[in-house]
Nanobody, 121 residues
Framework: VQLQAFGGGLVQAGGSLRLSCVVSGIIFRIKSTSWFRQAPGKQRELIADITAGGPATAAESVKGRFTCSREDAQNTMYLQMNNLKSEDTAVYYC????????????????WGKGTLVTVSS
């Protein structure tokens, strides 16, 4: 199973970007998909996620500006980022918790390599 994120880049403050993350490989079920970010000198933080059967949630720091979504048929997750601020500059990572086979007794966690988002003020 591999996760590959796309869509990072340089954007001016107030602008928008949409990140995509494709989950490839044989998967029986996806439990949750999440977006994390890590700014220089800071710890990685959870900013948005979707759990199977539940609503999308977002961290307070991005609520109202970032929205995560998922297309299960395409095994793709998205992070729409609007009204970007300089403090949103970070490497963004996608994460998926999946079950590989029917009958598996545990979930497995996979990470994408990250995509850099730079917001200029």
């Amino acid at each position: 199973v591999q996760l590959q994120a796309f869509g990072g880049g340089l954007v001016q403050a107030g602008g928008s970007l949409r990140l995509s993350c494709v989950v490839s490989g044989i998967i029986f079920r996806i439990k949750s998909t999440s977006w994390f970010r890590q700014a220089p000198g800071k710890q990685r933080e959870l900013i948005a996620d979707i759990t199977a059967g539940g609503p999308a949630t977002a961290a307070e720091s991005v609520k109202g500006r970032f929205t995560c979504s998922r297309e299960d048929a395409q095994n793709t997750m998205y992070l729409q980022m609007n009204n970007l601020k300089s403090e949103d500059t970070a490497v963004y990572y996608c994460n998926a918790v999946v079950m590989l086979r029917d009958g598996d007794t545990h979930w497995r966690t996979y990470w994408g390599k990250g995509t850099l988002v730079t917001v200029s003020s």
